[in-house]
């Protein structure tokens, strides 16, 4: 049927993408009996032989240090998981009901259980202090402060023979993928203080991170900057030797670690077979690489293009939180060739003619350097139109952030109802080398700017979007390049949407949170010596130039862009507009009420203004 775009009935329901979520962690029982990982905020168990079970706790599971991240770990039949500030808790196997370890209202992420099973080691914050805590499993008390001195810490873990404590920290202003240090320490057996802590590698401008040590405990690899890319490199214990195992070279072996508990790499039991991921840009592969025959090989499948939290068990079997363009969040276990499906997020068979899959697109900045977007069509078997399709571009957050090609439910849910839907990869965005990722210092607010208004006069020459029929979209950081691309060129896009957008760096600067308190010194400069950036690359102090509709989304819980902004965005605008403030909702909406009304009021946006 030909029915003009934006008009079509779509095939992906809005309840769908409302009712989204992902697998958050994942880990091998270290006794070898099955897997345990979170999703939808629940633990979940597969043992081997034995159908997949929720752990019902009665408690959210979730680690809540900076952006989250680092669920759990389990030892024998222990599970320790983190509750956000209600706390530390554990959970036997064979018994639902949780233990509370701890009472203070500290967040905490990352558990790490020792191998004698007597102690867990995690990281816990205030707010203004970070610090690693050691905790008695056998006699209940107070944690105890065992490791502090930094900024931030994240990636703890004992050695196997809980000799030794490896983590990786960093300090202000730097951020993990710009200035973190992989740290080691001996272990004291009976008091368990911490003796001999040494900087094994990184520092400022030279990150290292993911310290994991081999089963046998010989040997303790990390991930370290290399050049524009990344090395995997092997320190060995005893002699203080280095080697470099994997050197990438036109690949990234991680993504910038702005949760907690990331791990893109795991050892197999023979202590020196890796398991390790590769990342071109917006797709990634989980490789095996044998040092003693040289052979390096894929062992993904090839329709999952976004692979997390590798690990390996046991007996050899490599597990990953996964993703495609047709596949929601799943846990996959590989083995000898083969792959199983553990668990999905949604059951739900998505036929390809119903998905828009995306297609790379780049182009040139007037300066010359190579930009980024994946392109997703209008996509419907019952619908068509002819011309180029109205456009919805979306920026990314961070900004040290991407897109890639995992299925986005929301990208399909407009392109279904006929619009094209682009997300953008611009200057500073991740996986494309650590040159093109620092090209944005200094130019926040200029180059992204810059990139969202090229790309629109690209998919315009292209025959790829009505130039005349374009909105523009973004959350947190990309909510600022929305807002600063409607009010430094106006004519450019037709409207604009802002979730919980950056509109005064001068506010941001004073009052956000503590983990990216000075991160606008790296991106736009530092204060007072940069003042006319912040003047300029603030939106707020230019909102009279916006002369199209804008929709501004924001919750009212908000601690890292308070609403403070969105408020004073729309304080100042004369245009149409809508706005919405969710209560209860932080840094990005969660409920399913929330997200199902910012979709169709968005949608209703579009059918007014585009």
Not at 310 to 328: E, H, M, T
Request: aromatic residues 12%; glycine residues 10%.
């Amino acid at each position: 049927m030909q029915l003009p775009y934006g008009l079509w009935n779509g095939h992906i329901d809005a309840d769908l993408v409302a009712n989204r979520t992902r697998v958050s962690d994942l880990k091998w029982n270290d006794d070898g009996s099955g897997l345990t990982f979170t999703a939808k905020s629940k633990l979940y168990r597969k043992l081997k032989g034995q159908p997949l079970e929720a752990v019902e706790t009665g408690k959210a599971v979730y680690g809540s240090v900076g952006y989250g991240g680092g669920d759990f770990d389990v030892h024998g039949d222990l599970t320790v998981f983190c509750s956000g500030s209600d706390g530390l808790f554990c959970v036997h196997k064979g018994s639902d009901r949780a233990i509370p370890l701890t009472n203070d209202l500290f967040d905490r992420s990352t558990p790490v259980i020792s191998p004698n099973g007597k102690y867990a080691a995690y990281i816990t914050s205030d707010g203004t202090h970070d610090q690693i805590a050691l905790l008695d499993l056998q006699n209940y008390d107070w944690p105890r402060l065992w490791i502090k001195g930094a900024d931030f810490y994240m990636q703890g873990e004992w050695s196997p023979d809980g000799s030794h404590f490896a983590w990786a920290e960093w300090d202000h202003p730097e951020m993990p993928w710009s200035g973190s240090r992989v740290m080691l320490a001996d272990i004291e057996p009976v008091t368990m203080d911490v003796k001999n802590i040494r900087c094994v590698a990184g520092g400022s401008d030279d990150p290292a991170s993911q310290p994991h040590f081999s089963p046998d405990g010989s040997k303790l690899a990390y991930i370290a900057a290399s050049g524009d890319w990344e090395d995997l490199v092997v320190y060995d214990l005893k002699s203080g030797d280095k080697r470099i195992l994997i050197h990438g070279d036109g690949f990234s072996l991680s993504v910038p670690a702005f949760t907690q508990g990331n791990r893109s790499y795991g050892w197999f039991p023979d202590s020196s077979r890796i398991a390790y991921t590769r990342i071109y840009g917006t797709v990634s592969e989980v490789r095996k690489y044998d040092p003693l025959t040289g052979t390096d090989q894929r062992i993904s499948p090839d329709h999952l293009t976004s692979f997390e939290q590798v690990c390996v068990s046991g007996d050899g079997a490599v597990a990953a939180i996964a993703s495609g363009p047709l596949d929601f969040s799943q846990v996959i276990v590989m083995y000898r060739g083969n792959y199983e499906v553990v668990y999905r997020v949604n059951d739900l068979k998505l036929d390809p003619s119903f998905v828009s899959l995306p297609r790379e697109i780049s182009w040139k900045t007037k300066g010359g350097t190579k930009v980024y977007a994946l392109y997703y069509p209008p996509c419907s078997p019952d619908y068509g139109w002819h011309g180029a399709p109205p456009a919805i571009v979306q920026v990314h957050g961070g900004p040290t952030g991407k897109a890639d090609q995992s299925f986005s439910a929301e990208t399909a849910y407009f392109c279904s109802l006929g619009y094209a839907y682009v997300r953008l990869n611009y200057r500073g965005s991740a996986g494309y080398g650590r040159s093109y990722l620092e090209s944005l210092n200094g130019h926040w607010g200029e180059y992204d700017t810059e990139d969202a208004v090229t790309l629109a006069k690209y998919l315009g020459d292209k025959g790829l979007a009505d130039p005349k029929r374009l909105l523009i979209t973004g959350g947190s950081a990309g909510g600022f390049t929305v807002l600063n691309a409607l009010t430094q060129y106006p004519d450019v896009y037709a409207a604009g949407a802002s979730l919980y957008g950056v509109s005064d760096l001068f506010g941001l600067a004073r009052s956000t949170w503590k983990l990216e308190l000075h991160y606008t010194e790296t991106l736009t400069g530092k204060l007072p010596e940069a003042e006319e950036k912040y003047y300029d690359w603030s939106p707020l102090y230019h909102a009279e130039n916006i002369r199209v509709p804008l929709a501004i989304f924001q919750g009212d819980k908000d601690v890292v862009v308070p609403k403070e902004q969105s408020e004073g965005m729309l304080s100042r605008i004369h245009v149409p507009h809508v706005f919405k403030l969710y209560e209860g909702e932080g840094h990005g909406f969660r409920k399913p009420e929330h997200i199902k009304d910012y979709l169709i009021t968005l949608h209703q946006f579009l059918q007014q203004y585009l």
